[in-house]
Nanobody, 124 residues
Framework: VQLQASGGGLVQTGGSLRLSCAAS????????IGWFRQAPGKEREWVAC????????YYSDSVKGRFAISRDTAEKSAWLQMSALNIEDTGVYYC??????????????????WGQGTQVTVSS
């Protein structure tokens, strides 16, 4: 499967952004989809994931209550709605396929396929 992330940009503290992840090349419904992010000088960290069966969602503690992950099989897409953004949310965001979401938090080694990143910059 090929993944393409988009929707990043520059936003002020407290603002919102919606990231998109478009899939092609394989059966989207076969894959659990997640998002990672990587801030400058830091390791890539798992943010959220969504099950490909019952649509259960899982979040890292740092984004719980502010971010919402969703997906649509017919559109072969997933989204990450980000709200109440703060400086610490700045980074490159990647969508990815991964293992059973109950294995959270995912590590990068868990990922099967990566999309290219999209830059999110939160300014004060």
């Amino acid at each position: 499967v090929q993944l393409q992330a988009s929707g990043g940009g520059l936003v002020q503290t407290g603002g919102s952004l919606r990231l998109s992840c478009a899939a092609s090349g394989s059966t989207f419904s076969n894959y659990v989809i997640g998002w990672f992010r990587q801030a400058p000088g830091k390791e890539r960290e798992w943010v959220a994931c969504i099950d490909n069966g019952d649509g259960s969602t899982y979040y890292s503690d740092s984004v719980k209550g502010r971010f919402a992950i969703s997906r649509d099989t017919a559109e072969k897409s997933a989204w990450l709605q980000m709200s109440a953004l703060n400086i610490e949310d700045t980074g490159v965001y990647y969508c990815a396929t991964g293992p059973d979401p109950k294995v959270k938090p995912w590590s990068p080694e868990h990922v099967g396929y990566w999309g290219q990143g999209t830059q999110v910059t939160v300014s004060s």
